[in-house]
């Protein structure tokens, strides 16, 4: 089953979850005398599995360092310096509102503040 999803998986740490998963849904078969062929219908159930975590997973945004957006942004020769100068400002006020947060709020953001683009 490790194998079936290293090939169709980008995450390897999702695996052990996936496979638990594969076999939670076939211990939920009412009727296990009806499958003909249990390996046949094991990787039927695992083929979904990864097919609805790919879906899962493309629904996801990316997400960035809140500090790192201004780079990722376009650069435009006719920027107004005064525009750009706010924005920055803007974003300083903003990343201190966001450190303020508490301590277990601010874990959840992993790496400091993120915000997905």
Not at 33 to 55: G, I, K, N
Request: glycine residues 2%.
């Amino acid at each position: 089953m490790r194998r079936f999803f290293a090939f169709r998986v980008h995450n390897r740490a999702d695996i052990p979850d996936l496979t638990q998963e594969v076999f939670l849904r076939m211990l939920r078969i009412p009727d296990q005398e009806v499958v003909r062929s249990p390996e046949a219908y094991l990787f039927t159930v695992a083929l979904h599995v990864a097919q609805q975590h790919a879906m899962q997973n493309s629904a996801i945004p990316p997400s960035a360092q809140i500090d790192e957006l201004p780079a990722q942004l376009p650069a435009s020769p006719d920027t107004d310096p005064l525009l750009q100068a706010h924005g920055e400002q803007c974003l300083e006020a903003l990343t201190r509102a966001l450190e303020s947060l508490a301590p277990k709020v601010h874990a959840t953001t992993a790496h400091g503040p993120m915000c997905s683009i």
